[in-house]
């Protein structure tokens, strides 16, 4: 083979692997980091009712209040009862985002439980939502959402 030849080899090589990596990066259902721990299981009984279980983790530096004091003091300065409503707004934030994403719930949903649990000097908390989608699932919803929990 010649310089140029192998030249020309080793740059469509590259520019297969780049098309490769750009469209398998492209197609990834994987959720999206969102900068704190979640998990969104699902469920799909016999008769067609669709189940979820969304669980959120959030560590306290990704939630502070914007302030110019110390995010400890104005952590501290809120106390519980604050920390338990931001915690609860967040979850129901990222819960109805990531549907809006993922349209496993296309009919909105019924909450069958819910739990929101203090943090401590590291975590806002953890929360979790339990719901039932409104709507029956469909053949491709069988197909997109497998039972994972």
């Known amino acids: 083979?010649?310089?140029?030849?192998?030249t020309k080899a080793r740059a469509t090589v590259l520019l297969v692997l780049l098309t490769?990596?750009?469209v398998t990066g492209c197609s990834s259902s994987a959720p999206k980091?969102?900068?704190?721990?979640e998990s969104f299981t699902t469920r799909i009984t016999g008769n067609g009712t669709k189940l979820f279980e969304y669980r959120?983790?959030?560590?306290?530096?990704?939630?502070?209040?914007q302030?110019?004091?110390?995010?400890?003091?104005a952590?501290?300065?809120e106390g519980p009862e604050?920390?338990?409503?931001r915690m609860r707004r967040r979850l129901e934030s990222q819960l109805n985002s990531l549907l809006e994403e993922n349209r496993y719930c296309r009919e909105g949903f019924l909450e069958i439980d819910r739990s929101i649990y203090g943090g401590g000097r590291t975590m806002l908390g953890e929360g979790l939502i339990r719901g039932e989608c409104r709507e029956g699932a469909?053949?491709?919803?069988?197909?997109?959402?497998p039972n994972s929990g």
């Open 20 to 22: 490769v990596f750009a």
């Open 138 to 145: 469909t053949a491709e919803d069988r197909r997109r959402f």
């Open 82 to 85: 604050g920390r338990a409503k």
């Open 56 to 65: 959120l983790e959030i560590p306290e530096r990704e939630i502070r209040p």
């Open 33 to 37: 980091n969102r900068g704190f721990n």
């Open 67 to 73: 302030s110019h004091i110390s995010s400890n003091t």
């Open 1 to 6: 083979m010649t310089n140029k030849a192998t």
């Open 75 to 77: 952590i501290n300065a």
